[in-house]
């Protein structure tokens, strides 16, 4: 639960917010990682020292369901010589280090990233008339924070969020998130470490489609190009009817040929998904084909959970061999949303090529597998096949619903341990699955009916005998359900 009220308004927990000529003492009294970002917003809005503020009543760290201690709106006139239309400037404070002393987040120094490393950031365009900025935008941006304080998953410039909902819950076409850097907002250097702004950009179904496609950097680049869908300061606008492609159906073919040139960019989704292992009979002990079934499903190891986390993180290789991280028993940040590679370190790790020793793992070798996917996660097949494993990589469904994953990879990923000898090989509940390209090439004529799920009726099922592989794509209740 929230409130509204100005930022220099006086409250039991939120005091005013000072600026660089603050008192020396009030500005000792205030939490420094706050102050600190304080200090970048009176940069960028000097005339505006106490903006409307959406302020948490009860505190995460005080047991409060709501993890960002504040939202800041100001009001941004744009700049109409530059196709900038004004707008509705939204910061968020929490889900850095706003207080230093381990009350939300572990202090790991200054050099690092304070907490999660960034806030977010969302520019709502303003309507005429309108006098006081709407305050969805701060439950959007709590919605967002929930998910990366539950999932410990960190979000980078390009990712994409499917929300599945219009973001202010009326009837817009604007039902999806990409993310990118904030404009105007520089990274800020707090006692606990270093703070990023990421905004949210509201995108049409389409578009999110066309990132994952591609990816997220390109889409976000044609819509600074269209005015209407964003602009140069990519300014979200509820009222938007049009996609970039039906504004200017040239942008298509951007996006085609650069799939055909690039291939995707996202290298792993949360799914609702399972696998079967039809090797053994149901009996055997150490059969997997009950993954998500029972009511103790084999777990993840805690080294797996870090491997498949990390081949998530890195996304695309640029390098001729792309490599699956090898086991890492640090904390890493992962993804349940999509995930596009924007870290500096994806390729720069001492041990980034490195082969996960056989000693440390056992390893299955299966000889016949059944996966079974909902239409959401089924539709992501061609794309996974084409946009990545065509292009010589690796895409993991990672299950919302149960403690396991699946990874397809290409003959040129280094790291893996299914191989072209014995292409479906399972550590635990993770799988493993090679595909040849010849393979991929079979799969892809065959599954030609998943980029239309409209047309068929579930379940719906594919079958390569020779391969001992199958496909199922089953209704959601199917994985709804407490078996699962």
């Avoid at 039991?12 to 917010?17: D, L």
């Avoid at 720069?348 to 440390?360: G, K, N, Q």
């Avoid at 403690?403 to 509940?429: L, R």
């Amino acid at each position: 639960m929230a409130e509204l009220r100005p930022s220099g308004a006086p409250g039991p927990t939120a005091p005013p917010a000072p600026g660089p000529t603050a008192p020396p003492a009030f500005a000792s009294l205030f939490p420094p990682g706050l102050h600190a970002i304080y200090g970048e917003c009176r940069r960028l809005y000097p005339d505006q020292p106490n903006p409307l503020q959406v302020t948490a009543i009860v505190k995460y760290w005080l047991g409060g369901p709501d993890p960002l201690d504040y939202v800041s709106m100001y009001r941004n006139v744009g700049s109409p010589s530059a196709n900038i239309p004004e707008h509705w400037h939204y910061i968020s404070f929490g889900l850095s280090d706003l207080y230093g002393d381990s009350r939300v987040h572990e202090f790991t120094g200054t050099d690092g990233p304070s907490g999660f490393g960034f806030e977010l950031t969302f520019r709502l365009k303003r309507e005429t008339g309108e006098s006081a900025p709407p305050t969805w935008p701060a439950e959007l941006m709590q919605g967002l924070a929930r998910y990366v304080f539950q999932s410990e998953n960190t979000f980078c410039s390009g990712d994409h969020v499917s929300w599945h909902s219009p973001l202010d819950n009326s009837e817009s076409r604007i039902q999806h998130m990409l993310l990118t850097e904030d404009p105007q907002m520089q990274p800020v250097q707090t006692p606990f470490g270093v703070v990023t702004f990421l905004q949210i950009v509201g995108v049409c179904t389409e578009e999110l489609h066309a990132a994952q496609q591609w990816n997220g950097q390109g889409i976000l680049e044609l819509l600074r190009m269209v005015p209407i869908a964003g602009g140069p300061w990519l300014i979200t606008d509820m009222r938007r009817g049009e996609t970039i492609f039906e504004i200017d159906p040239h942008l298509q073919e951007r996006v085609d040929k650069g799939i055909e040139t690039d291939g995707s960019n996202l290298s792993g989704v949360s799914a609702k998904c399972a696998w079967d292992d039809l090797s053994r009979p149901p009996e055997d002990d150490e059969d997997s084909r009950s993954i998500c079934i029972g009511t103790q499903p084999r777990r993840l190891s805690g080294k797996d959970t870090e491997q498949i986390r990390e081949t998530l993180r890195r996304g695309l290789e640029i390098n001729s061999k792309p490599v699956l991280p090898p086991i890492n028993t640090q904390r890493q940040n992962g993804l349940t949303h999509d995930r596009a590679p924007s870290r500096k370190d994806s390729l720069e790790s001492d041990s980034s090529t490195a082969i996960i020793p056989h000693e440390l793992i056992r390893t299955r070798q299966l000889e016949s597998v059944h996966l079974k996917f909902n239409q959401e996660s089924g539709a992501l097949i061609p794309l996974c096949l084409r946009g990545r494993l065509l292009h010589g990589r690796h895409f993991t469904y990672k299950s919302i619903t149960g403690d396991m994953a699946i990874t397809f990879v290409s003959t040129g990923v280094e790291g893996a341990f299914a191989t072209e000898e014995h292409p479906y090989a399972a550590h635990g509940p993770w799988l493993q699955i090679l595909l040849t390209e010849e393979f991929v090439e079979k799969m892809l004529e065959d599954l030609e009916d998943l980029t239309s799920p409209e047309e068929f009726k579930l379940p719906k099922e594919y079958s390569w005998p020779e391969k001992k592989l199958k496909v199922s794509i089953l209704p959601d209740v199917v994985f709804d359900s407490p078996l699962h």
